[in-house]
């Protein structure tokens, strides 16, 4: 005599775990895509800005100011600064703890 499983109702479970693990694989490819086409999109609508010599003396500027007032700042706050100051645009951000506003030559916009 030999042993059958019954037929499951569900056929999710009636598929193999090969069949299951490729499918996840197909829909992770979908997904690394789709995110792919998204962050090409995104960059349609904005500028990436070099970090040029004159964005690093702005950002050493800025690192002294912040360190002669005894302030703590995250390291990428500083560098956004610098490309505001440098380029001569201002800063838009809701980030309270970046403090954009207490540093000198950046303009800030909004809260």
Not at 10 to 21: A, G, H
Not at 47 to 63: F, G, I, K, P
């Amino acid at each position: 005599m030999t042993w059958t499983n019954p037929p499951r109702a569900d056929p999710e479970q009636s598929t193999t775990r090969s069949e299951r693990s490729s499918r996840g694989t197909v829909s992770t490819c979908l997904y690394r895509l789709c995110l792919q086409e998204k962050r090409a999109e995104f960059l349609t609508y904005m500028e990436v800005l070099d970090y040029t010599e004159a964005t690093s003396l702005h950002h050493a500027a800025l690192t002294a100011h912040v360190q002669a007032n005894g302030q703590k700042r995250g390291a990428h706050g500083l560098v956004i600064a610098a490309h505001a100051a440098q380029s001569g645009r201002s800063v838009s951000s809701r980030d309270t703890r970046a403090r954009f506003g207490g540093l000198p030559s950046v303009n800030v916009v909004g809260p």
